[in-house]
């Protein structure tokens, strides 16, 4: 396909030294490339003369062929160029419900308007699968330990855990002042993962750690049914404080030992490095970065 190439163009140019110098060769590699092109066809291919370079009968026939199949060839790739580019196409993404319901749904509307021609597909699991596996361009973990073949873009978005509660809850109970009161005389909401391990409940303050394991009667694998019991007095619930801010600002619940929920560092989105950023996937990163630093100027003092 090379050789081929190179005598379209001396051919068409009528001149090896313009060839040469368009490819970047000098004039006698190209005329030694058609020399070995001529002795595998086994004919003539270019009337050669001090002054003029002209197709013979077969090189003609040979360049009538080529010209189409050339144009063809060179389309092709311009619009694959093109589409690699242009932000088209399915943006296939998988992320646990809090960052789904938290970060990612606030922006959707934004991205779409931004980028009519992508198709966002959005799917919503809290199990910790192989996420390039199964098909998608990038998922979004909190802590993700990244193999070597993934790239991660830390979103640099704090988030919190917070203890809530309903008042009627709290009002028959005595006052919880450090984390170890919870393992007492206390119902505590448990969220499940899909593999069937308990969220453990982790505080924090002034160097000081605590990690529990909630206990109590109420199991549950989804945050809106969480929220719901809490609200109704059922116990109390581990969240994060974007789920229960509504309810908070309400007087439905009441945030319990906030001196020990300090912010944690944001989710990360990663994807494989195994292959091109699909032009979807670099118009997402893009825009979450400029959304991220946007929201860091706005509440910078």
């Keep these: 396909m090379t050789d081929l190439a190179a005598f379209a163009r001396v051919a068409q140019l009528r001149s090896f030294k313009l060839a040469a110098t368009e490819r970047g060769v000098t004039p006698s590699s190209m ?3 058609i020399r070995r092109l001529e002795d595998e066809m086994g004919t003539r291919l270019l009337h050669r003369t001090t002054r003029s370079v002209t197709p013979t009968q077969a090189g003609k026939a040979l360049l009538d062929g080529l010209a189409p199949a050339f144009d063809a060839i060179s389309r092709t790739v311009e619009t694959i160029t093109a589409r690699s580019l242009e932000p ?10 809090p960052v789904a319901h938290l970060v990612l749904a606030p922006l959707i509307s934004d991205f779409l308007e931004q980028h009519p021609r992508i198709e966002f597909d959005l799917s919503v699991d809290d199990g910790l699968i192989d996420v390039f596996e199964a098909g998608f361009d990038a998922g979004i973990r909190f802590e993700e330990r990244l193999s070597q073949d993934a790239v991660g873009v830390p979103l640099r978005l704090p988030m919190r855990m917070i203890a809530v509660a309903a008042p009627r809850y ?7 002042e450090s984390p170890t009161d919870l393992m007492a005389d206390h119902r505590l909401i448990r969220h499940r993962f899909p593999n069937g391990s308990v969220f453990p409940w982790a505080f924090e303050k002034d160097g000081q750690s605590f990690t529990i394991v909630p206990a109590g009667p109420l199991t549950v694998d989804d945050p ?5 019991a809490a609200i109704d007095g059922a116990g109390i619930a581990f969240m994060f404080d974007g789920h229960a801010a509504q309810a908070v600002s309400a007087g439905l619940l009441t945030p319990i030992l906030g001196e020990w929920c300090p912010s944690f560092s944001g989710p990360v989105l990663y994807y494989s490095s195994r292959r091109h950023v699909p032009a979807p996937l670099a118009a997402f990163i893009a825009f979450l970065r400029a959304r991220i630093g ?3 100027s706005t509440s910078s003092p």
């Design 88 to 97: 088209i196409g399915k943006l296939r993404i998988n992320a646990p419900p």
């Design 224 to 228: 809106v049914v969480e929220l719901r």
């Design 31 to 33: 005329s030694q490339t």
């Design 170 to 176: 709290l009002a028959s109970k005595v006052p919880i």
């Design 294 to 296: 946007r929201s860091h």
